[in-house]
């Protein structure tokens, strides 16, 4: 199951509290978004407006759109292998 982009910024954006976003790499060096409502436990991808994966080459691109979605969101981990940076709120 997948969100595209404005139904992501419709849940964060009214439930930032109530979300886990996960930056993680495919396979293929791709980096890709999920989002996982914390009161369903249900996670979600990010998907494009015709329905595939969004993806980014460079994990930075994949920061900055979340922290453009979703700046109030305090549950954020970008995962790389067996590492895991998660955002610490102050």
Known sequence: MGLKKSEFAAIVGTSPDNCAITIKRTGDGFWFVTLKMLS??????????????KSWRDP????????????DCQRVMLEINSWAFKRQVA
Do not use: K
Request: charged share 20%; hydrophobic share 50%.
């Open 60 to 71: 930075a691109a994949a920061v900055q759109f979340v922290q453009e979605v979703c700046p």
């Open 40 to 53: 369903s436990a249900i996670e979600n991808e990010l998907l494009t407006e015709r329905g595939a994966l």
